[in-house]
């Protein structure tokens, strides 16, 4: 009797090892996202500097005086392990689940990046991801990221493919229609695949598992804000977002897609290998929201509001209270559709400097726990942490729990 209580009680610890949750992918089903068979919102923040930041020119302090590696021309370097274990544990104490970070997937074009030029590959570069991908899993927390970027950032983007095949064009403003070529021109989609590949069968230091593997990394999206020549204009062909899409499931067949086209372009909607559509929010607007989830409804899918600014000047057509609200009220529907929401943009301390925050200029820069926050500025993220814990289905108070900074 005892032999076979044990036995029974050694199988027990083997089962409840084999469902922890951080273990198991994400699904979806129609609609919902769900972990473990139960639905899974996947509300949470932008933390776009993970894999390489631009906003610390090293060394940042007195007790770190060796030069780290840094690209001066942009200002890029490495952030410290500190800093991403630190914003680890924000997160928790926010009450997010899921991280959208550019920088967990563009790393093209300089010095720095996992691919510097144009089919060589920086192992070192990958070293921040790794530890990023492996704290996420310690707090149970979940990233996505896209894969290229509609912009010109010192992280890279689409147009460094096309500089790598000599189209060398402007990035700003009304762009030259060569630029289409990114998604037209098979070398270049091929480089784009291969510059994939690289990224989703490297093998983590720390996990022992490839990106395509991971868990933790829940979805890649094909891009961020992607569009064509003109602003806005969701000039993203069908062909390549289906290409990309398969291409990703081709190699991570557990991972979700999102279409990283910027807003909701109606001709994508029967792509099968997209699983998530999304939009962002400059500023929130419940009109522009309810109708991209309208449409997604229609093919029974799965949307994210995955930026939003969250100051003042993003709330001059709807107020936060009332766009949180409203995606909250969809999570008690049977299709819910949206499954969450992404604030732009999270920093923590200078760690190991606990005691400085590290400053971003585009007026968005969210820095919990700062005592140099104005009462205002407390009161807002008081309501986004409440939203984040809602939306797992959580009340909690407007009291802002500290969050550990590990030093060094
Ligand atoms: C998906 O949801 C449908 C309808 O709710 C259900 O019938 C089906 O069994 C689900 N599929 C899986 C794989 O869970
Ligand atoms: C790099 O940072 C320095 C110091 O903060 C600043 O003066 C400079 O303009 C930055 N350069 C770029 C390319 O952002
Ligand atoms: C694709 O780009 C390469 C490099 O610029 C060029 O040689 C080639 O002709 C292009 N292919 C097509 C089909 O436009
Ligand atoms: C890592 O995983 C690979 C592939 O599954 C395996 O061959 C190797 O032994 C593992 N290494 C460690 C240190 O566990
Ligand atoms: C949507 O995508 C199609 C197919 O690439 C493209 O022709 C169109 O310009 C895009 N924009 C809108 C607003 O539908
Ligand atoms: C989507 O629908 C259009 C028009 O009905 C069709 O031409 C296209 O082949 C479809 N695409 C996919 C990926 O099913
Ligand atoms: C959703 O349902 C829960 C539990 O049934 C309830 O407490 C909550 O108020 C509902 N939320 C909304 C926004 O209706
Ligand atoms: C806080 O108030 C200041 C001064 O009125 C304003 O400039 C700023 O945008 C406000 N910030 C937030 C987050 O409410």
Redesign the pocket.
Same mark, same amino acid.
């Given at each position: 009797m005892l032999a076979f209580t044990t036995f029974f009680l050694l199988a027990g610890a083997v089962l409840a090892r084999v469902v922890d949750d951080r273990d198991l992918p994400v699904t979806r089903n129609g609609s919902r996202l769900y972990l473990n068979n139960k639905p899974w919102t996947a509300a949470g923040a932008n933390v776009y500097w993970l894999g390489l930041d631009e906003n610390i020119v090293p060394p940042w302090t007195t007790s770190n005086p060796k030069p780290d590696p840094f690209y001066a021309p942009l200002n890029a370097s490495y952030p410290t392990k500190g800093r991403i274990t630190e914003v680890m544990s924000t997160l928790k104490v926010m009450g997010a689940r899921t991280i959208r970070s550019q920088t967990m997937g563009v790393s093209v074009g300089n010095p720095l990046s996992i691919m510097p030029e144009l089919g060589v590959v920086n192992e070192k570069a990958f070293e921040s991801l790794d530890w990023t991908v492996s704290e996420a899993k310690k707090a149970g927390l979940r990233i996505f990221a896209p894969l290229t970027d509609n912009y010109d950032y010192y992280h890279g983007g689409k147009f460094v493919f096309l500089r790598w095949r000599g189209i060398d064009i402007g990035s700003t403003g009304s762009v030259d229609p060569q630029v289409q070529e990114f998604?037209n021109n098979r070398t270049i989609i091929d480089d784009f695949k291969n510059y994939i590949k690289v990224l989703l069968t490297h093998r983590n230091q720390y996990t022992n598992l490839t990106y395509a593997e991971d868990p933790t990394i829940f979805a890649y999206e094909t891009g961020n804000e992607l569009g +064509?020549p003109t602003f806005g $204009?969701? /000039? %993203?062909? %069908?062909?390549? !977002?289906q290409e990309i899409t398969e291409y990703i499931k081709k190699l991570a067949p557990t991972k979700l897609t999102v279409d990283g !086209?910027y +807003?909701i /372009? $109606? !001709?994508?909607l029967n792509i099968s290998s997209v699983d998530i559509y999304s939009d962002h929010f400059y500023p929130m607007d419940i009109d522009k929201l309810s109708k991209g989830v309208a449409s997604v409804a229609a093919v029974n899918k799965v949307y994210f509001a995955a930026e939003y600014g969250w100051t003042p000047q993003s709330q001059t057509k709807t107020k936060s209270d009332q766009f949180f609200a409203w995606i909250e009220s969809q999570q008690n529907k049977t299709k819910p559709i949206i499954a969450g929401d992404h604030f732009w943009s999270l920093f923590t301390h200078n760690v190991p400097d606990c005691s400085n925050f590290v400053d971003h200029n585009d007026g968005f820069t969210l820095q919990y726990g700062n005592p140099k926050n104005p009462a205002n500025y407390t009161d807002q993220i008081a309501k986004i942490r409440q939203h984040l814990f809602k939306m797992q289905g959580q009340l909690v108070s407007s009291e802002l729990p500290a969050a550990p900074c590990p030093g060094s």
């Amino acid at each position: 009797m005892l032999a076979f209580t044990t036995f029974f009680l050694l199988a027990g610890a083997v089962l409840a090892r084999v469902v922890d949750d951080r273990d198991l992918p994400v699904t979806r089903n129609g609609s919902r996202l769900y972990l473990n068979n139960k639905p899974w919102t996947a509300a949470g923040a932008n933390v776009y500097w993970l894999g390489l930041d631009e906003n610390i020119v090293p060394p940042w302090t007195t007790s770190n005086p060796k030069p780290d590696p840094f690209y001066a021309p942009l200002n890029a370097s490495y952030p410290t392990k500190g800093r991403i274990t630190e914003v680890m544990s924000t997160l928790k104490v926010m009450g997010a689940r899921t991280i959208r970070s550019q920088t967990m997937g563009v790393s093209v074009g300089n010095p720095l990046s996992i691919m510097p030029e144009l089919g060589v590959v920086n192992e070192k570069a990958f070293e921040s991801l790794d530890w990023t991908v492996s704290e996420a899993k310690k707090a149970g927390l979940r990233i996505f990221a896209p894969l290229t970027d509609n912009y010109d950032y010192y992280h890279g983007g689409k147009f460094v493919f096309l500089r790598w095949r000599g189209i060398d064009i402007g990035s700003t403003g009304s762009v030259d229609p060569q630029v289409q070529e990114f998604y037209n021109n098979r070398t270049i989609i091929d480089d784009f695949k291969n510059y994939i590949k690289v990224l989703l069968t490297h093998r983590n230091q720390y996990t022992n598992l490839t990106y395509a593997e991971d868990p933790t990394i829940f979805a890649y999206e094909t891009g961020n804000e992607l569009g +064509g020549p003109t602003f806005g $204009d969701k /000039n %993203v062909p %069908v062909a390549w !977002t289906q290409e990309i899409t398969e291409y990703i499931k081709k190699l991570a067949p557990t991972k979700l897609t999102v279409d990283g !086209t910027y +807003g909701i /372009n $109606d !001709t994508h909607l029967n792509i099968s290998s997209v699983d998530i559509y999304s939009d962002h929010f400059y500023p929130m607007d419940i009109d522009k929201l309810s109708k991209g989830v309208a449409s997604v409804a229609a093919v029974n899918k799965v949307y994210f509001a995955a930026e939003y600014g969250w100051t003042p000047q993003s709330q001059t057509k709807t107020k936060s209270d009332q766009f949180f609200a409203w995606i909250e009220s969809q999570q008690n529907k049977t299709k819910p559709i949206i499954a969450g929401d992404h604030f732009w943009s999270l920093f923590t301390h200078n760690v190991p400097d606990c005691s400085n925050f590290v400053d971003h200029n585009d007026g968005f820069t969210l820095q919990y726990g700062n005592p140099k926050n104005p009462a205002n500025y407390t009161d807002q993220i008081a309501k986004i942490r409440q939203h984040l814990f809602k939306m797992q289905g959580q009340l909690v108070s407007s009291e802002l729990p500290a969050a550990p900074c590990p030093g060094s």
